[in-house]
């Protein structure tokens, strides 16, 4: 049972504009969230997290906003660059100890 | 500082044998975890370790286990291997907190 969906498998983006990566989650315990990024035949690398006392956290280009009513967190990426080319993954935690990950969104920033 | 490593990098088996995956923590992270990941399922939760002890664990039949020695070091054990058992198996190390989780480059295991 995936707690943590990416329902969009792909997404394409013309560099400099704006990339929305989106992640819905069934468990309303769940109170940390986490933004991955992974480059082939690496593993994932954090990028942001956001708790659920909060509804937005931003570093830089990346913003990840959170609407616990909805169950939704998304990744704003603003420029994209060419280099943002990845799978990025979305992580849930009610413990802190025990992650839910998504099944990725490959981005791929269009020079 | 060196990151989390993982051998072998890349294995091949056949159905019914076991096998042995090993992963180093960054030094002074105390606690390691497993992940499985397929292209259907993404990253699955197999295990975590914490000084020795499994602290938490997913929801995987009992062929999977793993350890945790003095040093840190993990191992995750898989026996009777089945064809859905090629992954990639990603292994993490943690000081404090998850934003401190660093993950190793994995270990792909293909089943034949």
């Known amino acids: 049972d995936q707690q943590v969906k990416q329902n969009s498998p792909s997404l394409s983006v013309q560099e400099g504009r704006i990339s929305i990566l989106n992640c819905d989650y069934t468990n309303s315990m769940f109170d940390y969230f986490l933004w991955y990024k992974k480059y082939p035949a690496e593993g994932p690398t954090f990028l942001i997290s956001?708790?659920?006392?909060?509804d937005k956290n931003e570093d830089g280009r990346f913003t990840v906003f959170l609407n616990k009513s909805a169950k939704h967190l998304s990744l704003h990426i603003v420029p994209s660059q060419p280099g943002d080319s990845a799978v990025y993954f979305c992580a849930a935690s009610n413990t802190g100890n025990q992650f839910y990950f998504g099944t990725g969104t490959s981005l791929t920033v269009i020079p | 500082k060196a990151g989390v490593t993982q051998t072998p990098r890349y294995l091949i088996k056949t159905r019914g044998q076991q096998v042995t995956l090993s992963c180093s923590p960054i030094s002074g992270h105390r606690s390691v975890s497993w992940y499985q990941q397929t292209p259907g399922q993404g990253l699955q939760f197999l295990f975590e370790?914490?000084?020795?002890?499994?602290?938490n664990k997913g929801n995987f039949p009992g062929r999977f286990s793993g350890r945790q020695f003095s040093n840190s070091r993990s191992e995750m054990n898989v026996s009777t291997l089945e064809l859905g058992d090629s992954a990639l198996y990603l292994c993490?190390?943690?000081?404090?907190?998850?934003?401190?989780?660093?993950f190793g480059p994995g270990t792909r295991l293909l089943v034949l």
């Open positions: 993490a190390s943690t000081l404090v907190g998850p934003e401190t989780q660093y």
């Open positions: 370790y914490f000084s020795e002890t499994q602290r």
């Open positions: 956001i708790s659920s006392i909060k």
